[in-house]
């Protein structure tokens, strides 16, 4: 089981996606809980200081593996 995040791309510019694409593939399941709460809140704080309007958060988890969700839907809100 793994409780830290992973940071797979680094907060940027999506013009070039080619990169994005290639690392995001690359992810292997190591299997185990997903410590869902702990994921969204570092990526939270991950884009804070984006300026876009949109912002996007990707979090890979199947609903079997899925532990700690805590309070997701008011973090995910913020």
């Known amino acids: 089981m793994d409780s830290i995040p992973h940071e ?3 907060l940027s510019d999506a013009a070039d ?4 694409r ?3 593939l ?5 299997g185990g809980g997903i410590f869902i709460y702990v ?3 570092e990526a939270a704080r991950m884009i804070a200081p984006a300026t876009a309007g949109t912002k996007h958060i ?3 988890a199947d609903a ?3 532990e700690q969700p805590g309070d ?3 973090l995910v809100d913020k």
């Open 8 to 10: 797979i791309v680094p």
């Open 17 to 20: 996606k080619g990169p994005m």
């Open 22 to 24: 290639d690392k995001i």
């Open 26 to 30: 690359r992810i292997d399941s190591a």
């Open 39 to 41: 994921a969204l809140q």
């Open 58 to 60: 990707i979090l890979f």
């Open 64 to 66: 079997a593996d899925s």
């Open 72 to 74: 997701y839907k008011t």
